[in-house]
């Protein structure tokens, strides 16, 4: 009879545990953050276990070692605040194993580093240490330190512990892979706002004029670009066209082109004399050099247009070279200026060209010469050229609608790395 009635609470116990081991799984199975679900975890050991301590270390792939991440009980505090290695101590042998391990006497075991116990003056007498691995994948390791009342571990213990680990795991892994895709989901909204605001920096609409006919356009690619352009009648004889690239992407990208939007258009309000393409370009790299940081930096092209006259001034900061294409082919190159905006203060240097009816004016951003096929062959200047040749007798929406044909037809379905962007100037009078 005693020996049933033992039995029978060995059923009750194993059924009482199983049942906790349950409402264990279910509840670090729920979605929450990873601190809470880590301190739920030990917790729910420590309890499960009956012991005294529970610990759980991460595994730092980047640096090899296991970092105690919650670690409960009367010198927890003291224990976090230690780094295992691979292979050190029993943690960092199960570790680097990945075999768990259940020590009835720690001080015996040539595995039990005893240095953590004088470190936090407590006395490790026995404990069970578990690997946690997801698809082959080490996670960490958690261990419940000495059973209450001076009882030991069992292997009912053991078993039960080696399941909640495996549960632990997957739970982990799921946490750490939400909180990255929310995290994720944080930035591709941040990103969605810069490119809006982005797009919404460039002019809704170009001026209309009776002597030029204006074409321009900005394909974003999937990350934020650095590119801008604009045209703004300076008066009714003057207009400043321009476009810039700013180094790099994503929202520090777009921060510095609002950051030149801003500095174009508090510029010009405070305008009070003649406009001074030089005085402008050095004012806005110094305002770049002031608000950016010494790897941010940006080229532009820069022409003001005489409509009197028929001159263009240019000036080009760092940038690939503007093209004249005469209405007979003849290609000419706008390159004179100085370095990128935003890298040392200096004066900029301009040219002046007097142009013709039916030349046009092409300027552009990189994103159009280095675009990319699938077999990572650029686009490159010649054939740019060559098209521009081709389509100079056209007028500025037709060029544009005939460049962007031939450049999506090379890059053939090819990722867009970069921003495409260009202007076109026709003069038609």
């Known amino acids: 009879m005693n020996k049933l ?7 009750e116990d194993l059924i009482r545990e199983m049942n906790y081991l349950s409402s264990i799984t279910q509840s670090i199975s729920e979605i929450k953050p990873l601190e809470i679900l880590l301190c739920e975890i030990m917790e729910s050991c420590k309890t499960l276990m009956n012991a005294e301590a529970s610990s759980l270390l991460r595994y730092n792939e980047k640096d090899d070692v296991l970092e105690f991440e919650v670690a409960t009980g009367e010198k927890g505090s003291e224990v976090k605040k230690i780094i295992c290695r691979m292979g050190e101590g029993v943690a960092g042998w199960v570790a680097q194993k990945r075999e768990p391990l259940m020590i009835e006497d720690c001080y015996s075991d040539e595995r039990f580093n005893p240095e953590y116990d004088r470190q936090t003056n407590f006395k490790t007498r026995n404990m069970i240490c578990v690997p946690m691995i997801h698809k082959e994948k080490l996670v960490g390791v958690i261990q419940v330190i000495n059973k209450k009342n001076d009882a030991s571990f069992t292997e009912r213990d053991f078993i039960i512990f080696k399941i909640l680990a495996s549960q632990c795991a997957v739970a982990i892994e799921n946490s750490t892979l939400l909180q990255v895709q ?9 990103l969605k706002t810069a490119r809006e605001i982005q797009q919404n920096l460039l002019p809704s609409e170009l001026p209309a004029f009776e002597d030029l006919d204006v074409s321009a356009v900005l394909i974003p690619a999937k990350e934020i670009g650095g590119d801008y352009y604009n045209v703004i009648k300076i008066s009714d004889n003057v207009t400043l066209f321009f476009v810039t690239d700013v180094s790099g992407k994503s929202i520090s990208a777009a921060l510095i082109v609002s950051t030149i939007y801003a500095a174009v258009i508090t510029y010009l309000d405070r305008l009070t004399g003649e406009f001074s393409l030089k005085d402008f370009i050095n004012c806005l790299n110094r305002i770049l050099i002031l608000s ?7 080229t532009g092209w820069f022409g003001l247009y005489n409509h009197s006259d028929k001159s263009l001034e240019s000036i080009n900061a760092g940038h690939n070279a503007t093209y004249i294409i005469s209405e007979s082919g003849e290609v000419t190159e706008l390159i004179e200026g100085g370095l990128f905006l935003g890298l040392v203060d200096m004066e900029y240097k301009s040219e002046k060209v007097t142009l013709k009816k039916n030349d046009v004016v092409f300027y552009f951003t990189d994103g159009i010469n280095e675009a990319m096929d699938v077999e990572k062959n650029l686009y490159g200047d010649d054939r740019l050229k060559d098209i521009l040749k081709k389509t ?5 929406a037709e060029i544009k609608e005939k460049l962007l044909s031939d450049l999506f037809k090379f890059v053939n379905g090819a990722e867009q790395s970069d921003d495409i962007t260009f202007g076109v100037i026709k003069i038609l009078k």
Do not use: D, G, L
């Not at 009635?5 to 059923?11: A, F, G, H, K």
């Not at 929310?182 to 941040?190: A, D, L, S």
């Not at 950016?292 to 940006?298: H, V, W």
């Open 392 to 396: 100079v007798i056209h007028n500025t």
């Open 182 to 190: 929310i995290q994720q989901e944080v930035i591709n909204r941040e």
């Open 292 to 298: 950016t940081t010494s790897e941010k930096f940006a």
């Open 5 to 11: 009635n033992i039995n029978t609470q060995e059923v």
